[in-house]
């Protein structure tokens, strides 16, 4: 059985700042050393977006640090709040698509794993999310090659969705196409993703007798309050920072999450 770390929506701030009074980065080391603790035979770590909070350089320089003696190997795809630009000055040698994207796609023996990049800095609706025709003719290319295996996808926007009125209006653009180009791919499996700051779970219709599993993971720092009515995407709350336990195995995909500051 392989096991993948997922965390997301971590909100690297600079040193000194804090969200709602929390510091982020402390909130995240606590998390990855809860689950260094728990999990050595974990695989792999993987940070579905929002790395950072402003997506300046000292920002992603304090994460470079906090990764820097981290004993699994660390995946990186961005969200609304991260910038292509100092992302990839600071970590270099990350695996990028040849037009530039942060994606990445990784083989755990039966299982595909394939991070896309929804980053969108040209959006006019600020935070919103995207994939391109490159970025989703790239994603086409790794599960078609996937050699038998089933495909995971990550990304940062989910592709749904959620209830929460505010963040669907920031949400990914294009979740249609994507649903239609899923709809030719049979060997996806399970989608993950971040951005609501909320433990959610739903499901990708992409035709009329298949849907694919999608799980939303909570932040590691601050979270969406429970109001389902209201259309304000800036609001937080003090809860439980969280990260994801992705078990695979021969009969299929288990999705768990681990409320870490309990």
Same mark, same amino acid.
């Given at each position: 059985?392989?096991?993948? %770390? ?29 689950? /260094? ?33 981290? =004993?699994? =190997? ?26 530039? #994207? ?13 991070? %896309? ?40 926007? =989910?592709?749904? /969705? ?15 196409? %994507? ?11 399970? *989608? ?7 433990? *959610?779970?739903?499901? %990708? ?11 939303? #993971? ?6 969406? =309050? ?37």
């Amino acid at each position: 059985m392989k096991k993948l %770390l997922v965390f997301t929506d971590i909100h690297i701030v600079p040193q000194g700042e804090t969200i709602i009074g929390l510091d982020p980065l402390e909130r995240f080391a606590q998390g990855l050393q809860h689950a /260094l603790s728990n999990h050595p035979d974990a695989e792999r770590i993987v940070i579905t977006g929002d790395l950072t909070h402003h997506g300046t350089q000292e920002e992603y320089m304090r994460l470079h640090d906090a990764l820097s003696d981290c =004993p699994l =190997p660390v995946s990186l795809t961005l969200g609304n709040h991260d910038r292509r630009s100092a992302f990839l000055d600071v970590f270099q040698g990350v695996p990028v698509t040849d037009t530039g #994207f942060v994606q990445e796609s990784i083989d755990l023996d039966e299982t595909r794993l394939v991070l %896309l990049d929804t980053l969108d800095e040209d959006a006019d609706n600020l935070h919103g999310g995207r994939l391109c025709e490159d970025r989703l003719q790239w994603m086409d290319q790794e599960i078609a090659s996937a050699d038998g295996r089933r495909v995971i996808l990550g990304l940062h926007h =989910p592709p749904v /969705l959620t209830g929460f009125p505010g963040m669907d209006s920031i949400g990914l653009a294009n979740r249609s196409e %994507l649903a239609a180009r899923l709809a030719q791919h049979g060997s996806v499996v399970q *989608i993950l993703a971040g951005h609501i700051h909320r433990t *959610i779970h739903g499901n %990708l219709t992409v035709n009329e007798t298949r849907n694919i599993p999608v799980f939303m #993971f909570k932040s590691t720092c601050h979270q969406m =309050p429970m109001h389902l009515t209201t259309d304000d995407h800036h609001i937080s709350v003090d809860e439980p920072g969280a990260y994801g336990i992705v078990l695979n195995s021969e009969d299929g995909i288990l999705v768990h999450t681990e409320d870490f500051t309990l």
